[in-house]
């Protein structure tokens, strides 16, 4: 006889092994409704604690997979590899890798969120081009995907329905940072998309919902364990959100900085990002190759405009107007704009990429609560980066707002995330770790 929710809860907080019927019996309980929200607030605060062995975290993943619908993708022609991120500010680089990689002949197709928390949404900054669909049925997802390339949308009630619901309740239970709950939902999302392999940019730093490297670092790995398993090639990097990505943090002014990026005039950042990850997918979809000789191939790419005239098919495809690429006043735009200069000659230092992102949401850029509107042409454009040295009175920054109001909070909270010293500082190395079925490396690019 199948335990009941009592049991199942009292079995993991004593730090036993819950069996399969007992993950089943949680979340088809869970998504029916027949089962409340305190007892699995209960169970989900026991796993935090307690965590799952490597077989209960296999099964639950699996049995959040089966509680929806998948969209299988096998009638797309060619390899189809996912990309996901664990977010963070700035990180536009959905916009950037997924073009360049189409035009390398790999196909992405990617389920994306709003913003989360200090992050500004994917889907947030593609709903800044005017027109744009980001919610799309599974005959249409793969209809884009065959005639682009590539394919960007929200994740749909009936796309891991256990999911949804759980998130919910991790959020306003402080169990959102649980390794194992990460990975199961990242994971079952991942694996509900048909496609044929799956690649992650897993953050670590100030901005990073994981904060400690040696945890994204068991993060990322659980995660590869888990796509292994499953028999699809997967692997990922750990990459620094020590600071924002970029020099856009924004909806629109991130949409601006990814289109420049594929026109060759990307921050050095966001192209070393970029290149790691596209490596990766392609080892993912077969394609072996060096790491120099894979840039040589994403430049030739970006030189010869096939990366950006796929992006422009790509936001036409989805309703939205693809002259952005060439006019970026078509893009919301705020009001107000107001520069940030160094109180001191020096070089940047640091800059606290979690402070900025809270600073964002106060231009608009981001919500405090999910049904506030978002002001698409708020956040900011970074002047100097961390290693770059400013003259006293150097515009550090531009703040885009339209909340006239709280410019003076915007401005307090990014002079203290801010720090400028006398002497020389390094500029930060972007990406930390290669992570794949054989283990972790360093990485050595």
Not at 198 to 213: Q, W
Not at 215 to 226: E, G, H, K, N, Q
């Amino acid at each position: 006889m199948a335990n009941g929710m009592y049991e199942i809860i009292s079995k993991k907080r004593d730090g036993l092994e819950l069996s399969q019927e007992d993950i089943g019996f949680v979340i088809s309980g869970y998504v029916r409704g027949d089962i409340p929200d305190y007892q699995v607030a209960a169970w989900l605060m026991a796993i935090y604690i307690r965590g799952l062995a490597d077989r209960e975290l296999a099964d639950l993943t699996a049995i959040m997979l089966d509680s929806g619908d998948r969209i299988p993708l096998a009638a797309v022609e060619g390899k189809k590899i996912d990309k996901h991120s664990t977010g963070g500010v700035g990180d536009k680089i959905s916009f950037v890798v997924a073009p360049l990689l189409a035009a390398c002949g790999v196909r992405v197709p990617m389920l994306s969120g709003r913003g989360l928390g200090h992050t500004v949404g994917t889907l947030d900054k593609l709903e800044a081009i005017p027109g744009m669909n980001v919610f799309l049925t599974p005959d249409r997802f793969r209809q884009v995907l065959a005639e682009t390339g590539m394919v960007i949308c929200g994740q749909t009630d009936n796309i891991v329905p256990a999911d949804k619901k759980l998130y919910a309740l991790r959020d306003a239970t402080a169990t959102v940072s649980s390794i194992p709950l990460i990975a199961s939902s990242i994971m079952s999302k991942k694996l509900a998309l048909g496609s044929d392999g799956i690649v992650l940019d897993v953050k670590t730093g100030s901005g990073a919902f994981m904060k400690d490297e040696q945890d994204s670092i068991r993060l990322c790995r659980t995660m590869v364990a888990i796509g292994e398993k499953t028999g699809r090639p997967t692997l990922g990097i750990i990459s620094s959100m020590d600071q924002p990505l970029g020099r856009a943090v924004g909806n629109s002014l991130e949409m601006i900085e990814s289109i420049e990026a594929l026109k060759g005039n990307g921050p050095e950042d966001i192209m070393q990002v970029t290149f790691a990850l596209g490596w990766c997918m392609l080892r993912a979809a077969g394609q072996e190759m060096e790491y120099a000789k894979a840039v040589e191939t994403f430049s030739a790419a970006i030189a010869s405009g096939r990366a950006l005239e796929v992006f422009r098919r790509f936001i036409a495809a989805q309703g939205g107007d693809a002259r952005v690429c060439d006019d970026y006043s078509l893009l919301p735009a705020c009001r107000h704009r107001e520069e940030l200069v160094a109180p001191q000659a020096g070089t940047v230092a640091r800059i606290d990429s979690f402070e900025v992102g809270m600073a964002a949401i106060d231009t608009g850029a981001g919500r405090r609560r999910k049904e506030d509107a978002v002001a698409y042409g708020g956040g900011f454009v970074f002047h100097a980066n961390v290693g770059d040295k400013v003259k006293k009175g150097q515009s550090l920054l531009t703040i885009h707002s339209d909340s006239g109001e709280l410019l003076p909070a915007v401005r307090e909270r990014l002079t203290a995330a801010i720090r400028i010293e006398a002497g020389p500082v390094a500029k930060p190395k972007m990406v930390l770790h290669l992570v794949d079925r054989n283990g972790i490396t360093p990485w050595p690019y």
